[in-house]
Nanobody
Framework: QVQLVESGGGLVQAGGSLRLSCAAS????????MGWYRQAPGKQRELVAQ???????DYVDSVKGRFIISRDRAKNTGYLQMNKLKPEDTAVYYC???????????????WGQGTQVTVSS
């Protein structure tokens, strides 16, 4: 089994910054991709940012130029640096990882429990 634990959420004023972390633990051979999703009240969960096995990154248009996704392979940890936060960024943020637990096995998708980010105006 694999566990993802997010941290770093909280309350911040508009224009401020937060850094989310997602630490993976358990039986891990490799983490092929990591992503951050968010879900605001009454809305569907959306992909905010992702980093692939080749370290290419992609962002939803609304956060381009403000958010940066990164990963530390040695620590099995992913990060989301969020700058110039806006009230519309308020949501529960979830970490997702595609994990191979053993060399010959397929990837399995795991989710964290979510961390609340609230941006006040």
């Amino acid at each position: 089994q694999v566990q993802l634990v997010e941290s770093g959420g909280g309350l911040v004023q508009a224009g401020g910054s937060l850094r989310l972390s997602c630490a993976a633990s358990g039986t891990i051979f490799s983490i092929d991709a990591m992503g951050w999703y968010r879900q605001a009240p009454g809305k569907q969960r959306e992909l905010v940012a992702q980093v692939t096995n080749s370290d290419s990154t992609d962002y939803v248009d609304s956060v381009k130029g403000r958010f940066i996704i990164s990963r530390d392979r040695a620590k099995n940890t992913g990060y989301l640096q969020m700058n110039k936060l806006k009230p519309e960024d308020t949501a529960v943020y979830y970490c997702n990882a595609l994990v191979k637990q053993r060399w010959a096995e397929n990837e399995i998708s795991y989710w964290g429990q979510g961390t609340q980010v609230t941006v006040s105006s």
